[in-house]
């Protein structure tokens, strides 16, 4: 059975700086592209950013472009996303998925999904 398990969230200041991990189980994690997605109440998913699956690819949301970094560690079977200079607008439950093709910045129904983990931007 395929998990992904997000952890990381939590409540910052505006201007600082978050690390969401997600750790895969389940799949070869190394065949796999990764992609972080955000939702607020109310709103559609958003995406976020994405990595391809030997990490020779990476695409971002204007929105966080110059702000976050996807990365990922194959042989710990963790993607992570490294957020900076945090802006209240980032508050979102973020979600990790995993996919078998690498699709950029298309905002696409990935295979698998974690449960997500909750950022808020707050002073």
């Known amino acids: 059975q395929v998990h992904l398990v997000e952890s990381g969230g939590d409540l910052v200041q505006p201007g600082g700086s978050l690390t969401l991990n997600c750790v895969v189980s389940?799949?070869?994690?190394?065949?796999?592209?990764m992609g972080w997605f955000r939702q607020t109440p109310g709103k559609s998913r958003e995406f976020v950013a994405a990595?391809?699956?030997?990490?020779?690819?990476?695409a971002y949301a204007d929105s966080v472009k110059g702000r976050f970094i996807i990365s990922r560690d194959n042989d710990q079977r963790t993607a992570y996303l490294i957020m900076n200079n945090l802006k209240p607008e980032d508050t979102a439950i973020y979600y990790c998925a995993a996919d078998k093709i690498y699709h950029g910045t298309f905002n696409y129904p990935y295979d698998y999904w974690g449960q997500g983990t909750q950022v808020t931007v707050s002073s």
């Open positions: 389940g799949l070869t994690f190394s065949e796999f592209s």
């Open positions: 990595i391809s699956h030997g990490a020779a690819r990476s």
